[in-house]
């Protein structure tokens, strides 16, 4: 029997390998995407544990100098591992120099201030612009083989910021995320080779993770958290953002927080398509995948331009709201195209959804090109949903060649209209036990 469950767990997974070997658009994929084998710290150099360089173990005193002192130190000598470790230490923004990496212990946990304060202003991106913006509590600029471990915790301790943010939009209901003025728990920019394995990111006061202009990143095993319940929810704590990247990898991470958590960004704006500092999302896999509450497990927008060769497969949803979201931005020139959704499994409000999108809003002089979302498939998907359909429309945007192979769901809605899209697939779908003809 054990041979035989052996075989059959075998098979399945040289199915899966096969699949993998190509992206939506039949390119192969690079091996690189095969490695889901952890970083070991021992290989990072040095180890600079925190508290033996000056930092108290002490929850209540800010300690940015102190922490940032060690990081700089380590990267004078050439670079290593700056350890967190048992115990909770308070601190402000810190800048991973070249050659620095950081692994939180388990039992420790590097905890942000609530005083906005304490983090510096800094030329940053964010919302897909490029502008001066209070930097993150983990940042770390040019500073390729960048690794976060661990399993210990970053806690971005949001509670007041969020409290702040929902009272400001009752008395400014067009409060942006700028005005607010949250920091975001870890970003890192133009760096390549990055690994994030094993950590808790927690309670951040904005999003979670924002990675921009990077290649080669891995996200392995993190758990990724934010309220999305109880009197103050954490608004805007998107999970993963990822900001004109391309060879992306989420692997075996748990999200749960209260808005998206997967997010692709390019740029937007009129003229976003012109501008250097923006650009494509390309060759994202995520695959294995836990999600708790969330938005949409996986969203193009609100500030994307070029999304293509993206794949989500193989993943649970306990309660999100949306599976794959395609937001198009009426004021930017966008294209979505070759994206995979296959083997999503759970419960989730709406399955697809592709509606305008005219948060902070701001049109420019300019004839803008009509945007598209082409060759998106969905395959073998068994879902609990409220609305399984939610596509509307537009003069704005084109929407061709989508496929549906393999579904099976409850619709409450009952809205499937493959005849909204041009050139759509459906082959052997199955909404609330009928079969689709």
């Known amino acids: 029997m054990k041979k035989q469950l052996l075989l059959v767990t075998l098979l399945c997974m040289g199915n899966l390998m096969a699949h993998a070997d190509n992206w939506p658009d039949g390119t192969k994929m690079d091996k690189w995407f095969e490695n889901t084998s952890k970083v070991d710290p021992s290989t990072l150099g040095k180890q600079y544990v925190i508290t033996d360089y000056g930092v108290k173990q002490d929850s209540t005193v800010v300690q940015t100098e102190a922490i940032q002192a060690v990081i700089d130190k380590a990267a004078q000598e050439g670079g290593g591992l700056i350890v967190v470790p048992k115990g909770t230490y308070l601190s402000g923004s810190l800048f991973f120099k070249k050659g620095t990496r950081l692994m939180v212990d388990e039992g420790g946990k590097l905890k942000g201030s609530d005083r906005i304060a304490n983090f510096a202003i800094v030329e940053t991106r964010i919302e897909g612009e490029t502008c001066p913006y209070f930097a993150a509590l983990v940042n770390a600029d040019h500073n390729d083989g960048f690794v976060i471990c661990g399993k ?5 301790n949001g509670y007041h910021y969020w409290n702040e943010f929902w009272i400001r939009r009752k008395w400014n209901p067009k409060c942006t995320n700028k005005d607010a003025q949250r920091p975001r728990l870890v970003y890192i920019s133009n760096s390549s080779n990055v690994t994030v394995q094993d950590v808790r990111l927690q309670n951040s006061p904005f999003w979670t993770n924002h990675i921009y202009n990077s290649d080669h990143v891995r996200y392995l095993d993190c ?7 109880g ?13 004109k990247c391309h060879d992306f990898l989420v692997d075996g991470c748990y999200m749960n927080v209260n808005d998206d958590a997967v997010v692709l960004k390019g740029g937007k704006g009129t003229w976003a398509d012109t501008m250097s500092v ?7 896999l995520i695959q294995n995948c836990h999600y708790g509450d969330v938005a949409g497990l996986l969203t193009l927008g609100s500030e994307s331009l070029h999304d293509r060769n993206i794949i989500l497969r193989n993943c649970k949803a306990d309660k999100s709201h949306r599976v794959l979201w395609l937001k ?11 994206v995979s959704v296959e083997n999503i499994t759970g419960n989730t409000g709406k399955f697809i959804t592709v509606r305008p999108w005219s948060q902070f809003y701001k049109p420019g ?10 060759n998106i498939s969905f395959k073998n998907i068994k879902m609990t949903c ?18 549906f192979v393999n579904i099976d769901v409850t619709d409450d809605t009952n809205a499937f209209d493959p005849n909204l899209i041009e050139n759509t697939v459906v082959k052997n779908v199955v909404i609330n036990g009928k079969k689709v003809k």
């Open 231 to 243: 009197p103050v929810k954490g608004p805007s704590t998107d999970a993963i953002d990822i900001d």
């Open 365 to 374: 002089e300019r004839k803008l090109p009509l945007s598209k979302c082409n």
């Open 278 to 284: 923006n650009g494509p999302v390309e060759r994202v």
């Open 223 to 229: 758990y990724i958290y934010a309220v999305t319940d």
């Open 328 to 338: 198009m931005r009426t004021d930017t020139p966008q294209h979505y195209e070759y």
């Open 386 to 403: 409220k609305n399984f359909f939610d596509v509307g429309l537009s003069d704005k945007y084109q929407l061709n060649d989508f496929s």
């Open 152 to 156: 210990g915790t970053i806690d971005g």
